[in-house]
């Protein structure tokens, strides 16, 4: 199996809902996680969501499911998060 957004590569972990493959790189920069914002009965033993959890991007992508994103952004606040972590906005 190959990755989702890295084909040249081999895929390092899978995703037990979807069935998609992830590479190394992918999983360590939390983009692995296929529907982070939805309901997943496979989350509470996922080890992409747990590899990711303490990722400010999980957090970002959970506040944008609750539409809080869009009100930090209108106010001004959560502004260059991502930079403050070494993330790089994709």
């Known amino acids: 199996m190959q990755c989702r957004y890295h084909p040249d590569r081999e895929a390092y972990i899978q995703c037990q809902k979807m069935g998609i493959g992830y590479c190394r790189e992918c999983l360590e920069n939390c983009e692995a996680c296929t529907d982070p914002c939805t309901y ?12 990711c959890k303490k990722s400010e991007k999980r957090y970002r ?9 869009e009100n930090e952004q209108e106010n001004g606040q959560g ?5 403050r972590h070494g993330e790089s906005s994709h």
């Not at 506040?63 to 809080?68: D, I, L, N, P, T």
């Not at 502004?79 to 930079?83: H, K, S, W």
């Open 40 to 51: 997943c009965k496979y989350r509470p033993q996922c080890v992409i969501w747990e590899l």
């Open 79 to 83: 502004q260059g998060e991502g930079e």
């Open 61 to 69: 992508l959970e506040r944008q499911a609750k539409g809080e994103w």
